[in-house]
């Protein structure tokens, strides 16, 4: 089992910047792709951001491409998500996942572990 927490939502203006931390205990850390799903009120989960378990990968979705950057300290056990330049369309519950493939990460279906989610909102 691996368990992940994440933590560092809230709420900013649009045009701010937020950073998202994922905490994970259990299995080996470093065995697992990581990245984050996001859910607004009334859609699906949808894929945000993942990154390999030795950082050399990284994958974005189209919509926060060149705004979001993923990031992972496999000492500490965390993963990092930096917002930048954020939208009111960015509003929306975070998700922290871990999957025990990089190449099934875009899917919810490919994914082994979920956080409880961390909201993030944000104003115009």
């Known amino acids: 089992q691996v368990q992940l927490v994440e933590s560092g939502g809230g709420l900013v203006q649009a045009g701010g910047s937020l950073r998202l931390s994922c905490a994970a205990s259990?299995?080996?850390?470093?065995?697992?792709?990581m990245g984050w799903f996001r859910q607004a009120p009334g859609k699906e989960r949808e894929f945000v951001a993942a990154?390999?378990?030795?950082?050399?990968?990284?994958d974005y979705a189209d919509t926060v491409k060149g705004r979001f950057t993923i990031s992972r300290d496999n000492a500490k056990n965390t993963m990092y998500l930096q917002m930048n330049s954020l939208k009111p369309e960015d509003t929306a519950v975070y998700y922290c996942?871990?999957?025990?493939?990089?190449?099934?990460?875009?899917?919810?279906?490919?994914?082994?572990?979920w956080g409880k989610g961390t909201l993030v909102t944000v104003s115009s």
């Open positions: 259990g299995r080996t850390f470093r065995n697992y792709a």
């Open positions: 996942a871990a999957a025990g493939s990089y190449s099934g990460f875009k899917t919810v279906n490919g994914i082994n572990y």
């Open positions: 990154i390999n378990w030795s950082a050399v990968n990284t």
